[in-house]
């Protein structure tokens, strides 16, 4: 793939043959990047797709602190009552509440990639009408939990 | 300046050819979790809040505490694939490979003491 400093109409010549670099390509790491998240407008299919990556990264803290419920459980009453009395205080509550949202959405959302994986519903309509539906579902299920448990 | 070709650059930088496993294991797990988080928020939320001898007395029983076993195990599981992709993405160096390395130990530290826990109050 060589190039030679020959001008591609539209872009500027990426080699310059005379300074002998195209061989070992000093330019590299220095092209043109695809536009990238700063300058690209949000759209429903991204934005879903990075909360999929914060909600189901984030949900490290509330699995952190259902096993430190479980150990302190497991330990005795003294240790449950230090660990269920953090997790059932308000700053657990939020954590929690949060957190149930975090789960459905991450699941829903996650349902959609293996929706994708098959090869299915990879239009841009139908994948936003599902995202669509996907965040008024989550909201709901995160009420309905709240009423329930 | 390097006398490097780029067909010289390029040899031995390839794929680590591990990444259809990992993709595989992500849609096993994710599939797995589906029935088994919405089974845990529900048992597991039940006796939240409650006291001690009726958490202890719960999870004496055996679905309920499967169904935390399970869930706690593969979770982690899980999450231990998804954590390594972030870092994988927006960590370079040294301090991806620390973060990596880190995660995949707080993963697995995690999931063996719920698990741990879960069969000592069940047992």
Redesign the interface.
């Known amino acids: ?1 060589r190039n030679n400093g020959a001008k591609v109409p539209g872009q500027p010549a990426r080699y310059d043959a005379k300074k002998g670099t195209e ?4 330019n590299r790491g220095n092209r043109p990047l695809s536009p990238h998240v700063t300058i690209y407008r949000p759209q429903l299919t991204s934005v879903t797709s990075i909360f999929t ?1 914060i909600t ?2 984030a ?2 803290v509330a ?2 602190m ?2 430190w ?3 302190a ?2 330990t005795g ?1 003294e240790a ?2 230090t660990a ?1 009395g953090f ?2 205080s308000w700053f657990g509550d939020l954590v ?1 509440f949060l957190s ?1 949202w975090a ?1 459905w959405y991450h ?1 829903l959302f ?2 959609r ?2 929706i994708w ?1 098959s090869g299915h519903m990879l239009d841009v309509p139908r994948s936003e009408t599902f995202a669509q539906a996907a965040i008024i579902a989550s909201v709901l299920l995160t009420i309905f ?1 709240a009423i ?2 | 300046m390097a006398y490097l070709t780029d067909r010289k650059r390029a040899a031995g930088m390839g794929s680590a050819k591990s990444g259809t496993d990992h993709h595989w294991k992500m849609m096993v797990t994710s599939v797995a979790l589906v029935p088994l988080v919405i089974a845990f928020i529900f048992t597991f939320g039940a006796v939240l809040g409650q006291p001690y001898e009726a958490v202890v007395a719960y999870y004496q029983r055996p679905m309920p505490a499967i169904i935390a076993g399970l869930t706690i195990f593969v979770s982690f599981y899980h999450f231990r694939g998804g954590v390594q992709t972030m870092i994988e993405d927006y960590v370079k160096g040294f301090a991806r490979k620390a973060a990596i390395i880190g995660m995949i130990c707080l993963s697995y530290f995690a999931a063996a003491a719920g698990v741990f826990a879960v069969v000592r109050l069940a047992l």
């Open positions: 793939m061989m070992a390509d000093v990556r189901g990264n949900l490290i699995a952190l259902i096993v419920w479980f150990v459980a497991a009453p449950f009552a269920n997790v059932t929690m149930v789960v699941m996650g349902i990639h293996l994986d939990t329930v448990v």
